[in-house]
């Protein structure tokens, strides 16, 4: 495609008609909701693992957007804020677009939760059945909504602000200090439904769950500046597991950021356009990978990240397509059939021939033969044959049998049932 074609085509993408956004609309991500809808569908649609952690995405995005938020602690803090529920695998289950006062939240909830935990609240509303784990940080967590978590049977925690629990009556800081390091500081609420612990690490960290405390501790190596030296220190269950829950969304994030798909644009529609693609791609390659373990297929056969989204975009392009025609200055239109137009075989370099996506091999549309006029037959492709051919698919660039006595050709394009 030439350049000023594709520039053309990008500027005037869009997803719904502009015209069609009624004068009371309030969704800010109207222009591209549709996308965000279709990809949702099927983050619902997933089926949940058991650790689970709400937390916040960044679309990186520096231009002109008034709900742009910044996020401390990501390495691109601007741009368009989505929460998050994802499993420890990095799947996304559900989602919710932060748009400020307009944000599509239950009223009632945010009344008895405040703004933030009303987040988790409802994105926790995917899960439908009990024994979940559910963890978030402290810009989430609240006592009620660990309350009404347990009362739902989902073993929530994460890290606190003590403000919002009351200030339970836990050691300070000072006097954590002259505390062994390793030691915690256990409270319970009297209905024995929330636990607080302030775990004395480098500085205290505190954190609360609904579900467990101190539990049984484990070890870490921590490194002693005084003796200068690693001592083992006692963890409280609940750090553990805390460490080991959150982070699904850091993996999605890192998923997506290391191929995004490159815009060098100021308008947010096509960031948002293209972090939807992103997104369906990670979760797809996730499930793929899901997949392919339990099918056991052998890993040196299982797609990376990188030629998973090559396959899936050669797929697109040429799935249900004609083979385009090679002629310069004369677009293709429906009346004339690339049959005319042939590829000439030279331009076939043939180096090596893989077998296309299935989703091209059996589109049953133009799938035709040509002659290689090469000196040598190339060996046939067809899984299970040994033959040699000069017979090739124009469609799919691969040596096919096309004899009188065999008919690798036909057989390759037919889906065996
Ligand atoms: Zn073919
Ligand atoms: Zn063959």
Redesign the pocket.
Known sequence: MARDRFLQMRNNLHVIDNNSIPQNNTDRFIKVRPLYDSVRKRCLELKLEQILSVDEQIVPFRGKLEVKQYVKGKPQPWGVKIFMICGKSGLVYDFIIYQGATTNLDKNDVLKYGTSAAYVNALSMRINRSGHYLFFDNYFSNYVLLKDLREREIYAGGTIRINRFGKPPLITDKEGSKKDRGYTDQVTNNTKDVVVIKWIDNKGVVLASNFVGIGNQDEVRRWNKISKNYVTIPRPELVQLYNNGMGGVDKTDHLISLYRIFIRSKKWTLRMIFHAIDLALTNSWLEYQEDCKICNIPSTDVLDLLHFRQRVAEALIKMGHPIPSRKRGRPASGGSSPVNSPVTPKQHRFRTEIRPASEIQYDTVDHLPEYDQKKEATR?K?PG?K?K?HVYCLKCVIH??FTGE?N?FRKFHQKQE
């Open positions: 046939c067809n044959c033959g051919t096919l049998c065999r690798c």
